[in-house]
């Protein structure tokens, strides 16, 4: 059981081309090392050791974000979109690096009149397996699936608030991993 602060992602995106009924973007960003990776098993056989590196709230390296996103509007109240974004350390630190991650999620929106925008997606996320001597190499690197019911809410002009329920309807994952029975997400997103 761990509390606490995990690893921070900046991001920032690009709108490259905006149409009516369609846009192209451009995200980059950075995950910081803002998560502790020194905890230690409170109890069991292990008691007092190192916890798995994969298992910390944070990875302790820096990684670089890049992603592209798509959305159309095949009809006035219907949106879809794509997303694929890629994650990848830029150095190992304390003997460990963890693995580059691909994520690729799609959906569709039913827009409405209302500050309630409902949708549902299907996000699938794969990575590597993790490198270096602090590493559980046989035990890490996965392909997870998740349905992803939720809604986005209108705060203001700039503001949208956002939650997301993530249910997994695939996971294939290397030797013995932690993996959620589901995930909820929650946030804000502000555009200048």
């Known amino acids: 059981h761990a509390t606490g602060l995990g690893d921070v992602r900046l991001l920032a995106r690009y709108q490259l081309h905006r149409e009516a009924s369609q846009s192209w973007s451009l995200q980059f960003g950075l995950k910081l090392p803002t998560g502790r990776f020194d905890q230690n098993f409170a109890e069991g056989p292990q008691a007092g050791q190192l916890l798995d590196r994969g298992l910390q709230l944070g990875t302790g390296t820096t990684n670089l974000i890049l992603g592209t996103s798509w959305f159309s509007r095949p009809a006035s109240n219907l949106g ?7 994650e990848q350390p830029l150095a190992a630190r304390a003997d460990f690096m963890p693995s580059t991650s691909l994520n690729l999620s799609g959906g569709i929106r039913w827009l409405n009149s209302s500050r309630f925008t409902p949708q549902l997606q ?34 203001s002009q700039q503001t949208n608030a956002f939650v997301f329920v993530q249910l997994p309807v695939y996971q294939r994952v290397n030797g013995l991993q932690l993996e959620p029975k589901w995930l909820f997400s929650a946030g804000i997103r502000w555009t200048l």
């Open 80 to 86: 879809t979109f794509v997303q694929a974004t890629l």
């Open 122 to 155: 299907l996000n699938v996320k794969t990575e590597g397996r993790e490198h270096g001597a602090e590493a559980d190499v046989p035990n890490s690197g996965s392909t997870i699936a998740y349905l992803s019911p939720g809604v986005t809410a209108e705060l």
